[in-house]
């Protein structure tokens, strides 16, 4: 099974939140619930709910912000060992560049110049992370 991150964009902010991100929020976010439920009990109004309840992972933020892109690990590696993230930018060795995205259950990487759509599996140990679609799109304009 592979591990579930994710990386967070902002669209209106134009930035991507830190690496870990989604983790410490996740963390934060139930610490506060415990806390929230034990100054229920405190005042006598008992238990919002019980401990058992609250999820072990995932990311949750207090927020309305239909801006946030959420992109999800892949599971893969790069050449030097990077995450692989949907959406981000990779190199190979011969200077292509590659669009990671996620189609039919499976991740992929597209090479326009070859007009090339692999299996991200049989590609990644062959390229390096250079960026994303968000912060870099200009190294996929022709």
């Not at 963390?27 to 034990?38: D, F, P, Q």
């Not at 959406?87 to 090339?116: P, R, T």
């Not at 049989?122 to 250079?130: A, D």
Request: hydrophobic share 35%.
């Amino acid at each position: 099974m592979r591990e579930v991150k994710y990386r967070i964009y902002s669209k209106s902010r134009k930035e991507m939140f830190p690496d870990g991100f989604g983790e410490s929020v996740c963390s934060g976010m139930i610490k506060m619930a415990l806390a929230y439920n034990e100054q229920s009990i405190k005042l006598g109004k008992g238990p919002v709910f019980s401990k058992d309840s609250l999820p072990k992972t995932g990311i949750y933020l207090p927020t309305d912000d239909k801006d946030l892109i959420f992109m999800d690990y892949t599971g893969l590696i790069d050449k030097t060992s990077n995450r692989i993230f949907n959406g981000d930018i990779l190199k190979d060795d011969e200077k292509f560049l590659w669009k990671v995205h996620f189609k039919q259950g499976a991740y992929y990487a597209e090479c326009n110049d070859l007009m090339a759509d692999q299996l991200l599996s049989s590609v990644n140990l062959y390229c390096k992370v250079v960026g994303n679609v968000y912060d870099n799109a200009d190294l996929l304009r022709v």
